[in-house]
């Protein structure tokens, strides 16, 4: 079992910025097998995959936020960081931490996931 719990949501102006966290525990969890990421589900739509990164190696970010957008993890502390910067209205949702041992599956169906925080950026 892997628990997931996300914090650093919240209100925003458009432009500023956020940084969500994930901190990742379980009896099964590991930092080098799993690999950890992000989706997104706004108002009337689907989750949507948001990032993604491995224990080492390449970050992989949807095209909607590929230059506003950064992950990164600390694998010492078992946690992830998604850093939101230049906010738009549209990036408002409930923002998920998921993780899985497939590269693959994380960015679609990840065995995985949190409660969700919930992201809100005013115009």
């Known amino acids: 079992q892997v628990q997931l719990v996300e914090s650093g949501g919240g209100l925003v102006q458009a432009g500023g910025s956020l940084r969500l966290s994930c901190a990742a525990s379980g009896r099964t969890f590991s930092s080098y097998i799993y690999v950890m990421g992000w989706f997104r589900q706004a108002p009337g739509k689907e989750r949507e995959f948001v990032a993604a990164?491995?224990?080492?190696?390449?970050?992989d970010l949807t095209n909607s936020v590929k230059d506003r957008f950064t992950i990164s993890r600390d694998n010492a502390k078992n946690t992830v960081y998604l850093q939101m910067n230049s906010l738009k209205p549209e990036d408002t949702a409930v923002y998920y931490c998921v993780a899985d041992p497939s590269g693959v599956r994380v960015r679609t169906a990840p065995q995985n996931w949190g409660q969700g925080t919930q992201v809100t950026v005013s115009s």
């Open positions: 990164i491995p224990w080492s190696g390449s970050t």
